[in-house]
């Protein structure tokens, strides 16, 4: 399979203190690929001086593309904007900070001549990243994979390089709410591992504090499965049953053995339960609504203040 051109994604925010040592890292990588390359940088929102690191390596290098977002949409609009952007039949995606190696690419470039249309980088291990971090990832991509129905790759991020037929796939995608992460495994598709040892970040801090990472966990469930909604309605109708049987049974012990009506702790108990259990359940179904009513908008998801590409197109 021979490749005209493949397109690396990067987005950004905030990475100043990194981009220079990622474009030379960068820059050594494609010397060995026979292939021509766009890297398109997409600035979400960065309030630093990364637009204008970005605009000066734009000068020196005729490979490099930039769009420009509005504001600060996150990481997985940022990616969407990419994609829809880049003019590769061939797309990767990775991290500015350096966690991804660029030197990974050209043995993933020939896992895609070799046939496959998704290769995704699977880390071994994970340099700084602390034992509770580790656990609650690896419970919640499991319990992703449970509720979703589908295969999610564990110890996988954002870095995989993707066929022009993937890529046509992940365009067809016209959601609102989104998980990057459970839309590469919803395409399907031949898919293959490579692996590597992630390192700790070049420079800067991270962007992600378990806040938001419990919010992208919350709304990558809630949008890749109705599995939550059924639980509820399941938990009810046992409650229900259960209830029913047990008024039948308080009534009969009233009646028969004439034993008064007793427990106010034990019913207070029952209300509290029951009354957490009808807030938990209207938070999921507020979850749910909320989705809807940001699907029914219909809102563009981002929008760009400027882009500037590397390739021309003829006229």
Same mark, same amino acid.
């Given at each position: ?33 026979? *292939? ?29 593309? *930039? ?6 949409? +996150? /990481? ?5 904007? +990419?994609?829809?952007? @880049? ?32 290769? #995704?980088? *699977? ?43 993937? @890529? ?19 395409? +399907? ?17 991270? /962007? ?46 009233? @009646? ?31 979850? #749910? ?7 029914? /908008? ?6 760009? /203040? ?10």
């Amino acid at each position: 399979m021979q490749v005209s051109l493949l397109s690396i994604l990067i987005p950004v925010y905030n990475e100043v203190e990194c981009l220079l040592l990622l474009h030379e890292r960068l820059s050594e990588v494609i010397r060995q690929l026979d *292939c021509r390359v766009e890297i398109l940088f997409v600035n979400d929102g960065s309030t630093d001086d990364s637009l204008d690191i970005i605009r000066e390596l734009q000068h020196s290098d005729g490979r490099i593309s *930039c769009l420009d977002l509005s504001r600060n949409f +996150g /990481k997985e609009i940022a990616m969407r904007a +990419g994609i829809d952007y @880049i003019k590769g039949e061939i797309l990767t995606i990775m991290d500015a900070d350096l966690q991804h190696p660029p030197e990974l690419i050209p043995v993933m470039l020939e896992e895609i001549k070799n046939g496959y249309d998704d290769v #995704y980088a *699977c880390r071994r291990t994970v340099k700084g990243e602390s034992f509770l971090k580790r656990t609650t990832s690896r419970v919640y991509y499991r319990f992703l994979k449970f509720v979703s129905m589908i295969d999610i790759q564990e110890n996988t991020g954002d870095f995989r390089m993707f066929s022009h037929r993937a @890529i046509c796939a992940l365009r067809e995608l016209k959601e609102n709410e989104l998980n990057m992460k459970y839309l590469f495994s919803h395409i +399907g598709f031949r898919k293959k591992p490579v692996y590597f040892e992630q390192d700790e970040r070049v420079a800067g801090k991270t /962007k992600w504090n378990y806040l938001k990472l419990l919010n992208l966990a919350v709304k990558g469930i809630t949008s890749s499965s109705t599995m939550p909604l059924r639980f509820i309605s399941l938990t009810g109708g046992v409650i229900s049953l259960v209830s029913f049987l047990f008024l039948i049974f308080v009534l009969l012990k009233a @009646i028969i053995y004439g034993d008064p009506v007793t427990g106010y702790p034990s019913l207070m108990s029952v209300l509290l339960f029951l009354g957490g259990l009808i807030l938990l359940a209207l938070g999921i179904i507020g979850e #749910y609504l909320g989705i809807i009513f940001n699907e029914t /908008k219909k809102r563009p998801v981002y929008f760009v /203040k400027n882009y500037e590409s590397c390739i021309r197109t003829e006229t």
